[in-house]
């Protein structure tokens, strides 16, 4: 008796050509839905950019003009003569640059200590310190503003740089970037006689700079926008920031929308500038921080 056997079906290929078409067709709606995300994200930027050129009575307007009918250049002229704004912003630069330098400086050096330098309970206290990213600021924040105020720290930018020197977010970034780094290098530099000081400061910190700088700007750019922090510890008016000289900015001139909206763009455009120029070492940063090797 004979069986009779059925071959099995032979899967086909799609053809070169289909296979290339469906590809530049996903690219395509790739790209159109990251157009469409950054119209969204972009447009309430924009609108504020151009609501600084427009008239009060513009700046509301039903349906929306999306260009002003004659651009009023003065605004930016004008912010600067009716409200402090130099010391506003002279403020807000000393703080950001002394405390992005200082949450570089203490996470990098704490980074190199849990991630190169062998003690006991170092992972423990590691864990401890990174679980206080979890720990929201407003439940400390009364017993800090005591301490510091018996310290006589209360109503200066001491205040806001001592609390903000240290970052466990930067040691837990940097850290995860050390780990990339080969223990044998280190090793190697312990042996010709470097000590733990040298090897951070002639070979960690100058293979580091991708993760040093994404550090720096995430810093730089939360010190920038901070508002609570000024508003509980610099109630001087020459102590104000450009974001609470902006809420009093407001309070003051309700009904100037327009120089509001100039003050707004006075205030985003540094941290804009700052991450355009170094756009290609954060990005770098943050994807080299999650390698370990």
Known sequence: MTTLVTPAPVRTQPPPARRRTGSRIGRILGYLAMAVASVAVLLPFYWMLVSSLKTNNEVFTIPVTWLPSKPQWDHYIDIWTRSDMTTWLGNTVLLSVVV???????????????????????????????????????????????LLSKLHLSDTLWAIIAIQAFGALGVFLMKQFYESIPDELVDAARIDGMNEYGIYRRIMLPLSTPALASLALLTLVNTWNDFLGPLLYLRSSNLWTIQLGLRTFISQYSAEYALIMTGSVLSVLPIVVIFLLGQRYFVEGVATTGLKG
């Open 100 to 146: 992005t330098f200082l949450q570089v400086l203490t996470g990098s050096f704490a980074a190199y200590g849990f991630s190169k330098i062998r003690f006991p309970g170092r992972d423990a206290l590691f864990l401890m310190y990174v679980a206080t990213l979890a720990v929201p600021w407003q439940s400390y924040m009364i017993p800090q503003f005591v």
